[in-house]
């Protein structure tokens, strides 16, 4: 497994009882906020009377309240560990949320970023959510910093979480793996486009597809032209780094087992082409692959948790600059199918190149289809940084918006209004690329897509242009740059459709 592509986790062991050999470690105890508006060591069986008393003595003298997310580091002598971290969880509840505790879980770990050995008993509250709250809290991305500002501590290298459950094992397993997912996502994402071009971004996804046993597709410049690929092909056309097409495919084996296609926008970097985007933030726009980067990530994270369902992740990748070769706003470029598109803003070109590939995907005759892009900053607007769009039929748009919801996404569900499609109508073509106002530009997107998506076929579209790149603070569990949204939504969707079709 070291030996992998992607991400690679720190080492993590379940225990039932507290280690005694943790001199160096760092222990992270949840609180809560007591009667007294005093912190209260949470009970759990891995602290005996006189730490806890110990614990509650010194978080005392500090002043600690236990409230949500709070951070106190105390000394503990009755403990064989370095000291204790302790991390508030709010007012005592009957059922604690996962994301509750991958949230504190992330913040414990990022209050300790640079600290090799920790120790945790937010597990026994739920292991998968303390595990991938602690990995990915502690998720540093450093490739490209020389020995002057790199990080002189290796971080999080080994974890121990301590669970009483039957199933801790199985359950902290699948917190790695899931963790190491959005990790390698995100560090699709931070790979700057000097490095992370279509050529090198489909070399990487072939070697995860390859290290997790799928079945690899690479479609160059060249095949993308003869099998009528119009609209990669157009938006690839101002780049001297030519257009790729992935397919990855996870078969699970399994008699029956629902099929289910991806697609995720890979632009690898977006100028806006020859409808040039404004200098100012757009060094941001190395995010624009980062629904490609979670669909990567989710077909790979199937294939490890072996889910009784079968998966085609369709890729397309491409580069949006503007040069003599690039497409010009009134071109008319065919779809992947044959539908004729005049590209009215060259900005608009993500919709370009999953429109393609949803036709393709849609040719293996799915009975379920999940897009996903950095689509439409329309999003920004409508929805803020953290919370995804979800469109498309109304029964699985439900469907993935509730699971979202669960695992700490938060899409939300958003409509397609059927008039919407007038103001798509094009003089010239079958459809234009853009509506002619600025009214409903996420929901437009959204329209124009599922003119690409064949009947009978149920799909949902999250429009991730705010959530899946932190511009802002580190908060809980995310830091800044990639989130590696929404990779957690639609592994939870794919769960659920391998449990309940």
């Known amino acids: 497994m070291s030996s992998a592509p992607g991400y690679q986790s720190p080492a993590v062991t379940v225990a039932s009882v507290l280690p005694s050999d943790l001199d160096s470690a760092v222990l992270i105890v949840p609180v809560i906020t007591g009667d007294n508006d005093e912190a209260k060591v949470l009970a759990n069986p891995f602290l005996d009377a006189e730490a806890t008393g110990e614990i509650e003595v010194a978080l005392k003298a500090l002043g600690a309240k236990g409230s949500t997310e709070q951070l106190t580091r105390v000394l503990v002598p009755s403990l064989p560990v370095a000291s204790v971290l302790a991390v508030g969880l709010g007012k005592d509840r009957d059922e604690w949320p996962a994301d509750v505790i991958r949230r504190a879980a992330g913040v414990a770990a990022r209050a300790l970023n640079g600290t090799e050995t920790v120790v945790t008993t ?6 998968a959510a303390a595990v991938e709250g602690l990995i990915l809290g502690a998720y540093r991305f450093s490739e490209f910093r020389s020995a ?27 917190g790695v793996d899931v963790a190491t997912a959005v990790a390698t996502a995100r560090d699709l994402v931070n790979t700057p486009p000097s490095h992370l071009f279509p050529g090198e971004f489909a070399k990487r996804a072939k070697a995860l597809g390859k290290s997790a046993g799928l079945e690899v597709e690479v479609l160059g410049k060249k095949e993308l032209e003869d099998a009528g690929y119009g609209g990669v092909v157009g938006v690839g056309k101002g780049s001297s780094r030519g257009p790729r097409l992935v397919r990855l495919t996870y078969r699970s084996g399994k008699k029956d087992a629902k099929k289910v296609a991806l697609v995720g926008k890979g632009i690898t970097f977006d100028t806006g082409g020859i409808s040039i985007k404004p200098a100012a933030n757009m060094h941001q726009m190395t995010s624009d692959m980062g629904g490609a980067a979670a669909v990567i990530a989710t077909v790979v994270l199937a294939a490890r948790q072996q889910l009784a369902v079968d998966v085609t992740a369709t890729v397309p990748m491409a580069e949006n600059m503007p040069s003599s070769t690039a497409q010009r706003p009134g071109d008319v470029l065919t779809q992947y199918g044959g539908t004729t598109i005049e590209v009215l803003n060259t900005d608009a070109e993500g919709r370009l190149i999953l429109a393609d590939a949803i036709v393709r995907a849609c040719e293996d005759n799915p009975d379920y289809l999940i897009d996903t892009a950095t689509l439409t900053g329309a999003q920004l607007v409508a929805l803020g940084a953290r919370t995804p769009g979800v469109m498309g039929t109304d029964e699985f748009r439900d469907r993935v918006a509730k699971l979202s919801q669960d695992v700490g996404e938060n899409a939300w569900p958003m409509p397609l209004p059927e008039e919407l499609k007038d103001d798509l109508k094009s003089t010239v073509a079958d459809l234009a690329n853009v509506s002619g106002v600025r009214n409903a530009g996420m929901l437009v997107a959204g329209v124009y897509l599922r003119e690409f998506v064949a009947d009978g076929v149920q799909w949902a579209h999250l429009d991730v242009a705010g959530p899946a790149y932190n511009t802002g603070s580190p908060w809980g569990y995310t830091g800044k740059g990639g989130t590696g949204v929404p990779t957690r939504t639609m592994f939870a969707v794919l769960q659920d459709i391998a449990a309940n079709g």
């Open 148 to 174: 002057k500002t790199a990080p002189k501590e290796a971080g999080l290298t080994a974890l121990t979480v301590l669970s009483t459950a039957d199933d801790a094992e199985t359950a902290a397993a699948r």
């Open 122 to 127: 937010l597990s026994e509250l739920d292991v």
